[in-house]
């Protein structure tokens, strides 16, 4: 029996052809692919595509543990957060000149 589901966002990929037609697809779903004559009468046939795709799909959730070294690194999403900044840039500067002075000791 399917189970339903509140929320499934998925992705329209949306691309013009040589021809002037509009093709759309599902990233997610390989086989949900459409071609029309407009934009809108792509997007509004790939979501009667889709619609009808998942009308008899059940939904089974899959939780997984990963190992400790497949985990996100915590920092990363602190990754580039002060690029550009010129304070930030003149304390990592004094910071280093600091760390070389004490390499010289």
């Known amino acids: 029996?399917?189970?339903?589901?509140s929320t499934l966002n998925l992705?329209?990929?949306l691309e013009q052809t040589k021809t002037g037609r509009t093709v759309a697809l599902i990233a997610e779903l390989t086989d949900c692919r459409v071609e029309a004559d407009?934009?809108?009468e792509a997007l509004v046939a790939i979501q009667a595509l889709v619609n009808d795709r998942l009308?008899?799909?059940e939904v089974i959730p899959l939780e997984?543990?990963?190992k400790p070294s497949d985990r996100e690194n915590?920092?990363?999403?602190?990754?580039g957060m002060f690029?550009?900044?010129a304070e930030f840039a003149e304390i990592a500067a004094e910071l280093q000149a600091e760390?070389?002075?004490d390499d010289l000791a």
């Open 74 to 79: 915590p920092w990363t999403e602190f990754i």
């Open 83 to 85: 690029e550009g900044d």
């Open 38 to 40: 407009s934009r809108n």
């Open 1 to 5: 029996m399917p189970s339903s589901l």
């Open 11 to 13: 992705h329209i990929l």
């Open 99 to 101: 760390r070389d002075r």
């Open 55 to 57: 009308s008899q799909v």
């Open 64 to 66: 997984v543990s990963l």
